[in-house]
């Protein structure tokens, strides 16, 4: 998908870059994502530089002519090898895992269970929006309240839309169930339309004259609070990966293996970003599974899934082991598929195989060097797409801004994302995490949204014949690089 010229210019122009004749041609016949390419270069550039020259587009674009040959310094378990200076290739800190569903389950799936899970969901939410609406609780109503100002607090139950193209929403609390009007004349209307089923939001309004409807004024969502994030003390970035999907015919070994060489610093860095690269989050999707999708097998080129872990090992053997490595699944993992999905398995962690990685569950909270970072492999991001207008797939971040809004990792019960029903809701957003990590759509996104760091991190996995058809267009073969000093994120290109 290239771009035409005026619309590179206008682009680097709205950053305040003017671009050099030798850069124009660059980007004129390039075709990953201008804007991730933009935030990136803006991010690297020093103040004082106006005019992009080339050498400024290539500082995020790594390619290895040459295969140089690998290094020793990588995980492969050394045979016969001094121990002593195996153990100082270890990573000084390990990740601190600070909120995780693995070993902790309680769930059996039974319709008790769900009854106490949304109650937990309720009341955590309620505590959340209870300090955010100034009007008295809807609980008190009494008879004669008709025509009062009120708020109230609830689950969705039920939207429709009325005869006249006003909406109503049904909210549900301890005490019972509720209508809420929105006015399709009025500015909130608009607002109305993003709310999803399941989700805990709160109102304020009007009571009708009979105290059966309240005529909505306000709606609340329980949002992050402007969040000051946290930053690691010293210099030290995190590359955030995701859906390498080993075993499918589209995995993108070359480009893996582009990072990998960057990673060792055996190609050229003249940033020597690299050598500050302390940790490696991997969200999900670390093969490519079995069955996963209708026709999956003829995209498969190793067609069993043990096989699948095996190779994603040697892979992720390549890896420097100074580097802590995080490893947390995805739904073509094998791991039970509801959320909150636990670890891999101790199975599938001997088949990988990888010395001195962290197994954690999706959605896990960890602290990278001072940093909270929430690692999810953002399954519902398909549900909020299809739920809430005006969300698409090239944007994911504002998937998760929804997300953070709602202080729920997936809001909507009963679509594609099914839900253990555990007897507190882990997907619920609490604490608000320094940055928020997730993958799943295969596309990179990169925000900032009050305060808290947005990184969807795209995949390893060119478009598949099902991708083809189900019009799916993946970013493949893009790592988003953050700094834990500043939280900056830069994304580095590995595609060629
Ligand atoms: O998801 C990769 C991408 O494919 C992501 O954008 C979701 C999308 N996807 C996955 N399965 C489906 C179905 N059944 N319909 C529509 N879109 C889908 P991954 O988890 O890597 O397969
Ligand atoms: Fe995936
Ligand atoms: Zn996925």
Not at 322 to 347: F, T, Y
């Amino acid at each position: 998908m290239a771009y035409a010229e005026h619309e590179i210019i206008t682009l680097f122009a709205e950053a305040g870059f003017q671009l050099s004749p030798a850069s124009l041609e660059v980007l004129r016949s390039y075709d990953g994502p201008l804007d991730i390419l933009l935030d990136s270069v803006a991010g690297q550039v020093s103040p004082d530089v106006f005019v992009i020259e080339p050498d400024h587009l290539s500082l995020t674009k790594y390619s290895t002519e040459t295969t140089p040959a690998p290094k020793t310094e990588d995980r492969s378990v050394a045979e016969g090898g001094d121990v002593e200076e195996i153990a100082s290739q270890e990573p000084e800190v390990k990740p601190e895992v600070l909120f995780d569903i693995t070993n902790q389950s309680t769930c059996v799936g039974d319709y008790e269970e769900f009854v106490r899970y949304f109650r937990s969901r309720y009341t955590r939410l309620y505590d959340i929006l209870r300090k955010r609406l100034s009007h008295r609780q809807i609980e008190l109503i009494g008879r004669g309240d008709g025509g009062k100002e009120l708020g109230l607090i609830g689950m969705v139950s039920d939207i429709r839309t009325t005869q006249n193209g006003h909406r109503i929403i049904e909210l549900e609390d301890k005490t019972g169930s509720f209508s809420v009007l929105f006015n399709k004349d009025r500015p909130l209307f608009e607002a109305s339309m993003r709310v999803v089923l399941d989700e805990v939001i709160g109102v304020e309004g009007v009571l009708s004259n009979d105290a059966r409807i309240l005529f909505a004024n306000d709606l609340i969502w329980p949002e992050v609070p402007t969040h000051t994030p946290c930053k690691s003390r010293e210099p030290g970035y995190a590359l955030l990966l995701s859906d390498i999907h080993v075993g499918s015919n589209e995995f993108m070994e070359d480009a893996w293996e582009r990072m990998i060489f960057w990673l060792r610093g055996e190609v050229e860095d003249g940033h020597g970003l690299n050598e500050r690269v302390r940790h490696v989050v991997i969200a999900g999707d670390i093969v490519d599974g079995i069955g996963i999708y209708p026709g999956q097998e003829a995209d498969l080129n190793i067609k069993n899934v043990y096989e699948q872990y095996e190779r994603a090992g040697e892979y992720l053997r390549e890896i420097p082991r100074r580097l802590n490595l995080l490893i947390s699944p995805g739904n073509h993992d094998v791991v039970r598929q509801a959320e909150p999905q636990p670890a891999l398995p101790e199975k599938i962690q001997e088949i990988l195989n990888v010395p001195g990685a962290t197994y954690v569950g999706s959605p896990s909270l960890v602290s990278l060097d001072g940093v909270k970072v929430l690692v999810y492999h953002g399954r519902s991001i398909d549900d909020m797409i299809s739920a809430i207008p005006g969300l698409n797939y090239l944007e994911p971040h504002r998937a998760m801004v929804e997300m953070l809004r709602r202080r729920h990792l997936s809001p909507v019960y009963g679509s594609r994302v099914s839900i253990a029903p555990e007897d507190t809701d882990y997907l619920i957003i609490d604490p608000v995490p320094d940055v928020f990590h997730t993958g799943h759509v295969h596309t990179v996104g990169v925000d900032k949204y009050r305060g808290v760091t947005l990184v969807n991190s795209g995949t390893w996995q060119s478009q598949t014949e099902f991708q083809k058809r189900m019009n799916i267009q993946p970013q493949p073969a893009i790592a988003p690089l953050i700094d834990l000093q500043t939280l900056k994120v830069t994304t580095l290109h590995f595609a060629r």
